[in-house]
T-cell receptor
Framework: AQSVTQPDIHITVSEGASLELRCNYS??????LFWYVQSPGQGLQLLLK??????LVQGIKGFEAEFKRSQSSFNLRKPSVHWSDAAEYFC????????????FGTGTRLQVTL | GAVVSQHPSWVICKSGTSVKIECRSL??????MFWYRQFPKQSLMLMATSNEGSKATYEQGVEKDKFLINHASLTLSTLTVTSAHPEDSSFYIC?????????????FGPGTRLTVL
């Protein structure tokens, strides 16, 4: 069975500082990996996804993530955080070849201080 | 493109009543829709997968008689919480999969907050 671990429940960074949110997955084959962002009381917005190819994936809002098969990781990064980035971030893994049956991590809440 | 709406955005009901939540894909056809449940400060848990014109597939532990799912058209899926109780209070989120060129991505609705008194 597939699973996702986001070890950091809550992270606080200063505006302008760099950010890295950790995500580790467990899946028997090459996974489909996603990062979503959720603002309070809202649905999920896709930041970026990885299916194959270049392991460094660029997303929206200046985010990027790197797939490292050897570490079973898909960490999300941003070089300079903005106050509007404060939200809940979810990593998710899907079965190869389909966007069905997404398994989500428990999320990381990002707080940005001014 | 790829907009998914949900209605209502929030609902309060009395214990024992039924509540229907609609999920619509506004600018694409979704042969597959998904229903998730999210408790406060927790992750999304997949409840069921809904395919147009067929019965929904429920995840283990989800009562299909309590959470009725209908996917009658390519743009609409409904979730009915029957005989709702306070423990059913939660944030319900749907997503839809575009079986066109964006087949490998789910698009999420804004969610419906259900409060059962």
């Amino acid at each position: 069975a597939q699973s996702v671990t986001q070890p950091d429940i809550h992270i606080t960074v200063s505006e302008g500082a760099s950010l890295e949110l950790r995500c580790n997955y467990s899946y028997g084959a090459t996974p489909y990996l996603f990062w979503y962002v959720q603002s309070p009381g809202q649905g999920l917005q896709l930041l970026l996804k990885y299916f194959s190819g270049d392991t460094l994936v660029q997303g929206i809002k200046g985010f990027e993530a790197e797939f490292k098969r050897s570490q079973s990781s898909f960490n999300l990064r941003k070089p300079s955080v903005h106050w509007s980035d404060a939200a809940e971030y979810f990593c998710a893994v899907g079965k190869t070849g389909t966007a069905s049956k997404l398994t989500f991590g428990t999320g990381t809440r990002l707080q940005v201080t001014l | 493109g790829a907009v998914v709406s949900q209605h209502p955005s929030w609902v309060i009901c009395k214990s024992g009543t039924s509540v229907k939540i609609e999920c619509r894909s506004l600018d694409f056809q979704a042969t597959t829709m998904f229903w998730y449940r999210q408790f406060p400060k927790q992750s999304l848990m997949l409840m069921a997968t809904s395919n147009e014109g067929s019965k929904a597939t429920y995840e283990q532990g989800v009562e299909k008689d309590k959470f009725l799912i209908n996917h009658a058209s390519l743009t609409l899926s409904t979730l009915t919480v029957t005989s709702a109780h306070p423990e059913d209070s939660s944030f319900y989120i749907c997503s839809a999969r575009d079986h066109g060129t964006r087949w490998n991505e789910q698009f999420f609705g804004p969610g419906t907050r259900l409060t059962v008194l």
